[in-house]
C-alpha cells in the first residue's frame, strides 16, 4: 500500500475543511459531493492508519483542534467584536450554530482518529475538544457583554417590550453547553448575575407600589410578575432557576413587606375580612404560602379579627338584654347564640375557601372562637346560653324548622360547644332543660332529642350523653307503665279514684336532683298515691316509689260567679287551691300549717295564686308581695275571656344551683384523678401531678389550680397522699 505523506494528505483535508469554512462564511460554494466528502474522510484515514513512523495520527488530532482555532482567530472573534447588545447576543447565536455545524462535519472526516487514537490515548472526544476551543476561545471572550445584554433584555421584557426569546434560549443553551453536562458555567457567569439584578428590579418596583397601590392592587401585580417569572423560566431559562428566581421575587414583593402590606390602613387583611373580599384573601393566602413564616401574621390577623368580631357581638347582646330586662321582654340568648354560629360559619368558609383547610388557619380559627365562647353575656355563662339555644329549638311550638334545617342547627350548635370550656356546665344546663321538656311535655320529639343526644355523643364521648339518653328512654318506659296502669283500673276491680291519675315514674340517678317536700296532698289526691302505690308493687317488689311533687301539674274545674274556667297549675297551686272547697278565709299560717310546706315554696304559690297576672285569690292586705300576717280567701269574681288559663309559678334562678352542683361534681372529679395519677405512678412532683390532672380533666373542664392543690391537701388529710419528709413537693400514693 502507497505510504501517504503528512503534507501531501493534510493538503487533500486543507480542501475540504475550506470548502467548508466557505459555506459557514456564506460564500456561493456549493455543497459537498460525496466524492469530495470520501476523499477527505481518507486523508484522515490514511494518515491515521499507517505504521510507525508514517502513522500521523497525533498530528491529524492537533489539525483538528487547529482549524478550529485557525476558523475563530480569522472569522468568529472579529465579527463578535464589532457587534454590541442584542447584535452581538445575534452574532453569537449565528456564530454557535455554525460552530455546532463545523463539529458535526469534522467529526465525520475526522471519525477513524475519534473512533481509536482518541479512546486509546485517552484524549478528549473530538467533539468535546471542539466544545472547549469554542469555550476557551469565544465564550470566554464575551461572556460578560453576553451575560448584560440577555439581562438588559429581560429587563425590557419586565417593562412590556416585546423581546427575542427564542434568542435568549439559544444563548443560555450556549451557557450551559460549555459547562460540558454541568451547571457550574451558567450558575456562576449568569444566573448569580441575574438574581442579583432581579432582586434589585423588584426592590425598586416593590418600593413604588407599596407607596402608591392598595393592598388588592399591590397582590395582583405581584402575582402576575410571580407568574411572569415562572413563564420566563419555561420559555428560555433553565428550569433549576424557577425555585431561586421566584424565591427573589417573593423576598422583595412580599417578605420585605409583609407587615407594611398587611396592615395598610384602608385596604390591608382587616379590612378585607371586614368587607369579605374572599378573592382577594384567597390571592393572600396564596401569596403568603410561599414565604417562610409568611402565614403566621395572616393567621394572627384572622385570629384577632374574630376575637374582635365576637367582641362586639357580646356587646351587643348584652346591649340587648339590658334594654330586654327594663322593658321584660326575656333573654338574647338565642339571638345571640344564632349570630356566633352565623360567625362561625362565615369564617370556616374563608378557611375552607380562602385559606384551603390550612392547619395554621384552622388553629386560629379554633383559638379566636374559643376566647369568643368561653365569655360571659350579661352574666350568663357560655355554656348555659348554649344550652339554652339548643332547648328552644327542641322545645314544642318555639321552633319551626325543618328536620334538615333543624339536624344542620344541631350540628352547628355542637360545633360552638368544641369551644367550649365548660362543658360539664353545658351537659348539666342540658340535663336540667331536657328533664323539664319531658316532664311537661314540651320536647319536639323522641327523634330530634336522640339526634342531638347522638351528635354530643360524637363530639364528647358516650359519658356526656348517658344520663341524658337513660332520661328519654325512662319516658318511654313511663308511657308504658302508665298504660298498665290504665289497664289495671279497668280488670283489676279497684275502686277508679275519680280523678285522672297519670304517674311519671323515673330512674333517680338519670335525673337532676330536685328539691324534696313533705306536702300534705289533699284526701283526693291521697287516695290516687295510695291507688299507685298498690299497683307499683304488685308489680315490682325491690324498688320504692319517692313522690316528687314540686313537678306534678293539674287541672282543676275553677266555677267563677261568671263562669266556670279550667286552671291549669302545679301540684302545690292545686294543693292551696283546694283548701279553698272548705274554707272561705284562710290565713297564711294557716294554709301553712295544712300544707306541710316550706316559707320559700309557699309565698312562690301564695303570690301566683293573688299576686300576679291571674288573681284566683284575694290577699288582704293587698300588695305585690306576700307576707306572713296575710289573709286570703277564694275571689269569686274572677274572669277571663279564656276558658282555659296556665298559672305559672314565679321563676327560680336555677343558675345558682346549677352552678354549686357542678362545682361539687368537679371536686369529686379531680379527687378521683389525682388518686388515679398516684394510684399509678406512686411517687410524683408536685407540677407534672397538676399538669396531668389539668390534661385528664381539659375535656370536660379547665379546673383551677387552687382547686386541684384545695383536693390535693384534703387528700393528704383523708390519708390518700402522703408528702415525702425530705422534699415536700414530692406526693406518694399511699395504698
Given at each position: 500500500m502507497k505510504i501517504v505523506q503528512l503534507k501531501d494528505g493534510?493538503?487533500?483535508?486543507?480542501?475540504?475543511?475550506?470548502?467548508?469554512?466557505?459555506?459557514?462564511?456564506?460564500?456561493?460554494?456549493?455543497?459537498?459531493?460525496?466524492?469530495?466528502?470520501?476523499?477527505?474522510?481518507?486523508?484522515?484515514?490514511?494518515?491515521?492508519?499507517?505504521?510507525?513512523?508514517?502513522?500521523?495520527?497525533?498530528?491529524?488530532?492537533?489539525?483538528?483542534?487547529?482549524?478550529?482555532?485557525d476558523y475563530i482567530d480569522l472569522w468568529v472573534l472579529p465579527s463578535l467584536n464589532q457587534r454590541h447588545d442584542e447584535f452581538m447576543l445575534r452574532e453569537l447565536e449565528k456564530r454557535w450554530l455554525n460552530h455546532k455545524i463545523m463539529m458535526r462535519w469534522l467529526s465525520r472526516f475526522f471519525e477513524y482518529l475519534d473512533r481509536y487514537f482518541v479512546t486509546q490515548n485517552s484524549l478528549s472526544s473530538l467533539n468535546k475538544a471542539g466544545l472547549i476551543c469554542f469555550r476557551d476561545m469565544v465564550y470566554e471572550e464575551v461572556k460578560f457583554k453576553a451575560r448584560d445584554a440577555v439581562i438588559t433584555l429581560i429587563n425590557k421584557e419586565r417593562e412590556g417590550e416585546q423581546i427575542d426569546r427564542a434568542l435568549l434560549k439559544n444563548i443560555i443553551d450556549v451557557i450551559i453547553r460549555v459547562g460540558m453536562g454541568k451547571n457550574e458555567s451558567y450558575e456562576k457567569d449568569f444566573e448569580a448575575f441575574m438574581l442579583d439584578n432581579s432582586s434589585s428590579y423588584y426592590s425598586r418596583k416593590a418600593s413604588n407600589w407599596i407607596a402608591e397601590d392598595s393592598c388588592p392592587d399591590y397582590m395582583l401585580k405581584a402575582e402576575e410578575c410571580l407568574k411572569k417569572e415562572k413563564e420566563r423560566v419555561s420559555h428560555y431559562l433553565h428550569s433549576s432557576t424557577e425555585v431561586k428566581l421566584l424565591e427573589k421575587v417573593q423576598n422583595e414583593l412580599l417578605a420585605a413587606h409583609h407587615s407594611q402590606l398587611l396592615e395598610k390602613e384602608h385596604s390591608g387583611c382587616r379590612v378585607l375580612l371586614e368587607d369579605g373580599k374572599v378573592e382577594d384573601l384567597s390571592r393572600m393566602f396564596r401569596l403568603f404560602s410561599k414565604i417562610p413564616q409568611g402565614l403566621e401574621p395572616v393567621a394572627d390577623i384572622f385570629k384577632k379579627h374574630i376575637m374582635c368580631e365576637g367582641t362586639a357581638l357580646i356587646q351587643q347582646a348584652e346591649d340587648i338584654a339590658a334594654a330586654s330586662k327594663a322593658k321584660n321582654l326575656g333573654g338574647p340568648e338565642q339571638a345571640f347564640v344564632q349570630k356566633v354560629i352565623e360567625l362561625h360559619d362565615k369564617y370556616m368558609k374563608y378557611v375552607n375557601d380562602c385559606f384551603t383547610n390550612h392547619t395554621l388557619f384552622h388553629k386560629a380559627l379554633k383559638v379566636g372562637f374559643e376566647v369568643v365562647c368561653n365569655k360571659n353575656v350579661s352574666g350568663s355563662p357560655s355554656a348555659e346560653l348554649l344550652a339554652s339555644f339548643c332547648n328552644n329549638i327542641l322545645t314544642k311550638g318555639v321552633s319551626n324548622l325543618t328536620d334538615e334545617a333543624y339536624e344542620e342547627t344541631v350540628d352547628k350548635a355542637v360545633k360552638l360547644l368544641s369551644y367550649i370550656s365548660e362543658k360539664d356546665l353545658f351537659a348539666e344546663f342540658c340535663r336540667k332543660k331536657l328533664s323539664r321538656r319531658l316532664l311537661f311535655?314540651?320536647?319536639?320529639?323522641?327523634?330530634?332529642?336522640?339526634?342531638?343526644?347522638?351528635?354530643?355523643?360524637?363530639?364528647?364521648?358516650?359519658?356526656?350523653?348517658?344520663?341524658?339518653?337513660?332520661?328519654?328512654?325512662?319516658?318511654?318506659?313511663?308511657?308504658?307503665?302508665?298504660?298498665?296502669?290504665?289497664?289495671?283500673?279497668?280488670?283489676?276491680?279497684?275502686?277508679?279514684?275519680?280523678?285522672?291519675?297519670?304517674?311519671?315514674?323515673?330512674?333517680?340517678?338519670?335525673?337532676?336532683?330536685?328539691?324534696?317536700?313533705?306536702?300534705?296532698?289533699?284526701?283526693?289526691?291521697?287516695?290516687?298515691?295510695?291507688?299507685?302505690?298498690?299497683?307499683?308493687?304488685?308489680?315490682?317488689?325491690?324498688?320504692?316509689?319517692?313522690?316528687?311533687?314540686?313537678?306534678?301539674?293539674?287541672?282543676?274545674?275553677?266555677?267563677?260567679?261568671?263562669?266556670?274556667?279550667?286552671?291549669?297549675?302545679?301540684?302545690?297551686?292545686?294543693?292551696?287551691?283546694?283548701?279553698?272547697?272548705?274554707?272561705?278565709?284562710?290565713?297564711?299560717?294557716?294554709?301553712?300549717?295544712?300544707?306541710?310546706?316550706?316559707?320559700?315554696?309557699?309565698?312562690?304559690?301564695?303570690?301566683?295564686?293573688?299576686?300576679?297576672?291571674?288573681?284566683?285569690?284575694?290577699?288582704?292586705?293587698?300588695?305585690?308581695?306576700?307576707?306572713?300576717?296575710?289573709?286570703?280567701?277564694?275571689?269569686?269574681?274572677?274572669?277571663?275571656?279564656?276558658?282555659?288559663?296556665?298559672?305559672?309559678?314565679?321563676?327560680?334562678?336555677?343558675?345558682?344551683?346549677?352552678?354549686?352542683?357542678?362545682?361539687?361534681?368537679?371536686?369529686?372529679?379531680?379527687?378521683?384523678?389525682?388518686?388515679?395519677?398516684?394510684?399509678?405512678?406512686?411517687?410524683?412532683?408536685?407540677q407534672q401531678l397538676v399538669t396531668e390532672c389539668v390534661e385528664q380533666m381539659s375535656r370536660m373542664f379547665k379546673p383551677d389550680f387552687k382547686l386541684i392543690k384545695r383536693r390535693i391537701e384534703d387528700l393528704i388529710a383523708r390519708d390518700y397522699l402522703e408528702r415525702d419528709k425530705e422534699n415536700p413537693n414530692m406526693f406518694k400514693y399511699v395504698a
Open positions: 493534510l493538503a487533500t483535508l486543507n480542501k475540504g475543511v475550506t470548502k467548508l469554512k466557505k459555506i459557514l462564511e456564506g460564500f456561493p460554494e456549493p455543497s459537498f459531493t460525496t466524492e469530495e466528502y470520501i476523499n477527505t474522510y481518507t486523508a484522515v484515514y490514511n494518515l491515521c492508519s499507517q505504521h510507525y513512523p508514517y502513522n500521523y495520527s497525533q498530528d491529524v488530532y492537533d489539525k483538528y483542534l487547529d482549524i478550529f482555532k311535655d314540651k320536647s319536639a320529639g323522641d327523634d330530634h332529642e336522640r339526634l342531638i343526644l347522638t351528635k354530643l355523643k360524637q363530639q364528647c364521648g358516650a359519658q356526656f350523653t348517658s344520663k341524658m339518653e337513660g332520661m328519654v328512654t325512662d319516658m318511654t318506659l313511663a308511657k308504658e307503665k302508665q298504660n298498665e296502669f290504665v289497664e289495671y283500673l279497668k280488670v283489676s276491680g279497684v275502686v277508679h279514684p275519680g280523678i285522672d291519675l297519670n304517674v311519671t315514674v323515673l330512674t333517680t340517678g338519670f335525673w337532676p336532683t330536685y328539691k324534696s317536700s313533705d306536702l300534705n296532698l289533699p284526701p283526693e289526691m291521697v287516695k290516687c298515691v295510695e291507688v299507685f302505690k298498690t299497683f307499683y308493687e304488685t308489680n315490682t317488689k325491690k324498688r320504692k316509689l319517692t313522690w316528687n311533687y314540686s313537678l306534678g301539674n293539674c287541672i282543676i274545674t275553677g266555677r267563677f260567679d261568671r263562669k266556670t274556667i279550667e286552671l291549669n297549675v302545679l301540684t302545690f297551686q292545686a294543693a292551696a287551691l283546694l283548701l279553698f272547697n272548705t274554707a272561705d278565709k284562710l290565713s297564711y299560717l294557716e294554709v301553712q300549717a295544712q300544707l306541710h310546706l316550706s316559707d320559700d315554696d309557699l309565698v312562690r304559690v301564695l303570690h301566683s295564686l293573688s299576686c300576679a297576672k291571674y288573681k284566683i285569690l284575694k290577699k288582704t292586705p293587698s300588695s305585690d308581695t306576700v307576707s306572713s300576717t296575710d289573709y286570703f280567701e277564694f275571689n269569686s269574681k274572677f274572669t277571663d275571656k279564656m276558658r282555659k288559663i296556665r298559672i305559672p309559678l314565679p321563676p327560680v334562678d336555677e343558675r345558682r344551683k346549677t352552678v354549686e352542683d357542678v362545682d361539687k361534681d368537679r371536686r369529686y372529679a379531680v379527687d378521683a384523678s389525682l388518686v388515679r395519677i398516684m394510684k399509678s405512678r406512686k411517687v410524683l412532683g408536685h
